[in-house]
């Protein structure tokens, strides 16, 4: 066979998407460097570190049995659940495998060669991957204060715009835009565009928010029929590996959604573990104080060490290192895995997710080793 005969037929704008790159694996670290796995600690996915909730391990261990079956392509159970949560009806509702599946989908429905989609530079990664995929042009908005500029994103939008993601808090760089900003968006969206250009809401974050900085984005979604804002189970509520997020728009933006689902994009051990990890507030309440008192830690340490960092709404938090490549090289030999953030344009910087205070402190004393300051 020539090479020529091999040679495989990729649209450019496919071959040309440089691939997500996921936070490293314990076992591949542990093999790497010849270290106990047990003993490595890994702040590097924006994962619960309370793990999944038991009353979700108990559903799933009900459902085993019945998984020769098919899944509930409409997931009435979860929707029903997510409908009196929200106070929406069931087709305001769309289920995800994963909150990333959502954002896949919505690109899937309205975008095409020749359409663009504004989003922030520093956002999360996969609003490029969704447009690139697509072969729709991305027009990139520089961030103000490492957050996004609104203002500038409302004057970036083109005429063949269908599409503006916005992360509310923002990964990588975990800042957070109030609902006065993201209203006054809204608002001048809608008049200056109308329907023609729809906005995501991607709140993957928002049970990490204080209560005071929460506010009811599906209220928005009632006024606004180019809104969608999506939530995930794989942070909060501990089910990362289940892979379950939804959608909240109003009916004729989810009949377009539905039309390029995957039927069963959502598994039945997911769906019956969303349904319990969303009655378990008492689970969702501890992962909100355990991150907060770890984001306490990190900050706290952070500046003790004279680091800059950005003062974060996640479950993790940016802060600015120098050599970044060199430092996270050393974390890892110490067993410490964090996300090197240098693909998002930041490679002063690492994002540390906010573990248990053990594993906390261990990233705390390595950092301070590093950088030559011993901690008092
Ligand atoms: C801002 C943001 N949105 C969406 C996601 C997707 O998460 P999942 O697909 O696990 O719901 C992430 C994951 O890190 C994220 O940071």
Redo the contacts with the bound molecule.
């Keep these: 066979m020539s090479s020529k005969d091999s040679a495989l037929v990729a649209p450019s704008h496919v071959s040309a998407i440089a691939p997500y790159q996921p936070g490293k694996p314990i076992e591949e670290l542990a093999r790497e460097y010849g270290l106990d796995p047990s003993g490595i600690v890994k702040l590097a996915s924006?994962e619960n570190p309370l793990g999944m909730p038991a009353s979700a391990q108990a559903a799933i261990a009900q459902a085993v049995a019945g998984l020769g079956r098919y899944p509930d392509a409409a997931g009435f159970e979860l929707k029903a659940a997510l409908s009196a949560r929200y106070g929406v009806p069931q087709d305001w509702l769309t289920l995800g495998n994963?909150?990333?599946?959502i954002?896949e989908i919505v690109a899937l429905a309205l975008l095409e060669p020749g359409a663009s989609v504004v989003y922030s530079r520093h956002a999360?990664v996969?609003y490029r991957l969704a447009t690139q995929a697509r072969g729709a042009r991305h027009i990139m908005v520089p961030t103000r204060d490492l957050g996004h500029d609104l203002d500038a994103m409302l004057e970036a939008i083109a005429p063949d715009t269908r599409l503006v993601y916005i992360?509310n808090p923002?990964?990588p760089t975990g800042s957070f835009l109030s609902r006065e900003a993201i209203e006054t968006f809204l608002a001048a969206v809608a008049g200056r565009h109308g329907t023609r250009v729809t906005v995501v809401l991607?709140e993957?974050?928002n049970e990490y928010l204080e209560p005071e900085l929460r506010f009811d984005s599906v209220a928005l979604v009632r006024k606004y029929p180019n809104l969608l804002v999506s939530r995930?189970f794989?942070k909060a509520y501990g089910l990362?590996g289940l892979?379950v997020?939804f959608a909240v728009a109003q009916p004729a933006l989810t009949d377009l959604l539905n039309r390029v689902r995957q039927p069963f994009n959502v598994n039945s051990l997911a769906q019956v573990a969303a349904i319990a990890a969303l009655k378990d507030t008492e689970f969702l309440e501890r992962s909100f104080q355990v991150n907060r008192d770890g984001k306490v830690q990190l900050q706290t340490a952070f500046d003790r060490l004279g680091l800059t960092y950005v003062p974060s709404y996640a479950n993790f938090v940016l802060v600015k290192v120098g050599d970044a490549a060199r430092i996270n090289l050393e974390l890892l030999k110490r067993g410490v895995i964090v996300r090197p953030v240098a693909g998002d344009g930041l490679p002063e910087w690492l994002r540390v997710s906010i573990g248990l205070p053990e594993e906390n402190a261990r990233f705390i004393d390595a950092l301070s080793e590093i950088l030559g300051s011993r901690q008092p």
């Design positions: 924006n994963g909150s990333n599946d954002l999360f996969v992360a923002n990964n991607d993957a974050y995930t794989s990362a892979r997020g």
